[in-house]
């Protein structure tokens, strides 16, 4: 081959954002809210009062683009997100953290298709305390609720959900977490509103590097340091020691 050819080739109780910084859960070794379960008793958050969330396209980082939702699929899933984890005067919200797009790149991952669970029969009725069973991969439940979210948001204000005012879709949302008036295809919408408010949190604090918690932003409301090699030196002191937030792509070079 020739050398030239070589050359080709915002109104929720306070209490929400205040449990968020008291409590601590380590999700893939990000630290969380306590209790992602118990997280939020309602759905319902940040002002009352309407304020019109746009969210764009992500265009401002590679790990930005879309791998799984069309652009219609990302908006709803941004506008539901950013109901459950709403911008205040305390920090930013689901939009602002780019929580859809770590969603969209979760499904579109070995986790979204159910890759390491045992899917095949027999299916039998599971006990309360063992979680969600569904025969559904997760990437096709999480696209049967956006769905019901606009007929149901359609049914009952007549539009569709990223068009409703804050409290109305607070309402369509709650009413998707009882799971008992509306179903996705005989599922109950809870299950739906579950891995929705799951994946929100993780949203908000995961390494950036997954998509999420753009600039670190969730670190930082929670004064999170992030990804250090050592705490040798901090562990020692008596006093507090804050420290700047790293990811992992600020010393690991991806």
């Known amino acids: 081959m020739s050398e030239n050819e070589n050359q080709k080739v915002d109104h929720h109780l306070k209490s929400r954002r205040t449990f968020l910084k008291n409590s601590g859960l380590t999700v893939g070794g990000i630290v969380l809210g306590g209790a992602v379960a118990n ?3 309602v759905n319902t ?3 009352s009062e309407h304020v019109h969330t746009s969210p764009q396209e992500p ?3 590679p790990n930005e683009a ?6 219609d699929q990302y908006r709803l899933t941004a506008a539901a997100a950013e109901r459950i984890f709403p911008k205040d005067e305390l920090g930013p919200g689901a939009i602002e953290l780019n929580v859809a797009i770590y969603i969209d790149h979760q499904l579109a991952s070995p986790w979204g298709a159910n890759v390491k669970d045992y899917m095949q029969g027999p299916f039998y009725s599971p006990d309360q305390l063992q979680g969600t069973q569904l025969r559904l991969l997760r990437k096709d439940l999480f696209l049967l609720g956006l769905e019901g979210l606009d007929k149901y948001s359609n049914k009952k204000f007549k539009k569709n959900f990223i068009e409703l005012e804050v409290n109305e879709q607070d309402e369509v949302l709650t009413d998707f977490e009882s799971g008992e008036k509306y179903k996705l295809s005989g599922i109950s919408s809870s299950h739906f509103f579950s891995m929705l408010r799951t994946l929100t949190i993780e949203g908000a604090y995961a390494d950036p590097l997954y998509g999420g918690n753009k600039e670190m932003k969730g670190w930082k409301m929670r004064k999170y340091p992030g990804s250090y090699m050592s705490y040798t030196n901090d562990i020692q002191s008596n006093s507090f020691v804050e420290k700047k937030p790293q990811s992992l792509n600020s010393h690991m070079g991806h």
């Open 59 to 61: 265009v401002s980082y």
């Open 45 to 47: 958050g940040g002002s």
């Open 39 to 41: 997280l939020l008793g």
């Open 66 to 71: 879309l791998m799984f939702f069309t652009m």
